[in-house]
């Protein structure tokens, strides 16, 4: 069993930046893919940025070249920066941790952290 808190979000005028950080307790962290998720009023869940054990990194095209993820092994942390926001990110975001291969609701989930820009 993997326990995720996510902490980070605020409000935030657009072009704004913020940083989020999901720690991990339980399970061997640096084996695990970790994603962050988002979910906006009415849409579904969507992935936004992942990091594999190796560091290899994806990202949803709407946050290409704005948004960075990251892993500190030794810490049991993921992060994701957030630059240049816009009023569309506003959303909540979910830290996700999952063995290679297999679906993010075949992991674990964080509780969420709102992230809302508006000026």
């Known amino acids: 069993q993997v326990q995720l808190v996510e902490s980070g979000g605020d409000l935030v005028q657009p072009g704004g930046s913020l940083r989020l950080s999901c720690v991990a307790a339980?399970?061997?962290?640096?084996?695990?893919?970790m994603g962050w998720y988002r979910q906006a009023p009415g849409k579904q869940r969507e992935l936004v940025a992942s990091?594999?054990?190796?560091?290899?990194?994806t990202f949803a095209d709407s946050v290409k070249g704005r948004f960075t993820i990251s892993r500190d092994n030794a810490k049991n942390t993921v992060y994701l920066q957030m630059n240049s926001l816009k009023a569309e990110d506003t959303a909540v975001y979910y830290c996700?941790?999952?063995?290679?291969?297999?679906?993010?609701?075949?992991?674990?989930w964080g509780q969420g952290t709102q992230v809302t820009v508006s000026s």
């Open positions: 990091i594999r054990s190796s560091g290899w990194t």
């Open positions: 339980g399970g061997i962290f640096s084996v695990y893919t």
């Open positions: 996700n941790a999952r063995r290679a291969g297999l679906a993010p609701d075949s992991g674990f």
